[in-house]
């Protein structure tokens, strides 16, 4: 009887199937993106992330240095995203920081980033794959107090809106990036970004003064915030994750 049960347990297993696999498609710009070699140690907050998740996810992270919710369709860089991504796919999105900057060529006026925006979400909705907003992730700025000041007010606002708007999740990642800025204060927060004295690392040998991009570390931290966020909102994909990033 005992082998009959067995051989019953091993015919039912082999009609589980096991998740479906996936893809998680993200687009955005160089604080998400994939870093060369000569730019170490720099590190987009894409980079870590694709470590999160077990073998039924595919991370396609398409996003590029100095683009803009606009440049990304311009340069055709959203055409393959758009052709490829598959129902029950995740399209993540995190612009603004060159939308918002009116003295580069990426300038993209408020009104436009929000038809942007919406442009993305309806393409992934029309696909049957499901949008996630970021709001662009905050830049390190403190006042004379100590405080931490808000970087992007008007951008994050419109992805706050859109997100609200169309019914798709939202990850703030603008208000939980300067939540971790303050935590870790005016000084060391500088840990988490590309902060470097002169002759401190071959790649920049004048040093680098810089509190936009992250390092390693800046851009593990960013990615569990970002996990965190996933663990709170979106069950199938909490589901699949295999590193407890965070508590």
Do not use: C
């Not at 479906?20 to 894409?46: F, H």
């Not at 999160?52 to 055709?76: A, H, L, P, Y």
């Not at 970004?193 to 992250?214: I, K, V, W």
């Amino acid at each position: 009887m005992k082998k009959i049960i067995t051989v019953f347990s091993i015919s039912l297993m082999s009609f589980i199937n096991p998740s479906s696999k996936i893809t998680i498609w993200m687009i955005g710009d160089s604080t998400m993106a994939i870093k060369e070699t000569k730019t170490y140690p720099e590190t987009g907050w894409g980079m870590p992330f694709v470590y999160f998740f077990d073998s039924s996810v595919t991370i396609e992270n398409r996003s590029k240095n100095g683009r803009s919710t606009r440049s990304f369709i311009e340069e055709k860089l959203w055409q393959p995203v758009s052709e490829n991504m598959k129902e029950g796919d995740y399209l993540f999105i995190q612009f603004g920081h060159n939308d918002e900057v009116i003295t580069k060529k990426t300038y993209t006026a408020p009104d436009d980033f929000k038809k942007y925006l919406e442009l993305y979400v309806q393409s992934a909705k029309a696909k049957k794959v499901i949008p996630v907003l970021i709001t662009p992730v905050s830049r390190r700025n403190f006042d004379s107090a100590g405080n931490v000041k808000q970087t992007h007010p008007l951008y994050s606002d419109m992805v706050r809106t859109v997100a609200k708007e169309q019914q798709v999740i939202l990850i703030d990642l603008d208000e939980k990036s300067r939540a971790l800025y303050q935590q870790f204060g005016d000084k060391n927060s500088k840990l988490l970004f590309m902060q470097l004295d002169s002759l401190e690392h071959p790649n920049y040998p004048a040093g680098r003064n810089d509190n936009t991009h992250f390092n390693e570390l800046g851009a593990r931290k960013i990615a569990e915030l970002v996990l965190a966020e996933i663990k709170k909102q979106i069950p199938d994909l909490s589901n699949r994750i295999v590193v407890r990033a965070v508590k």
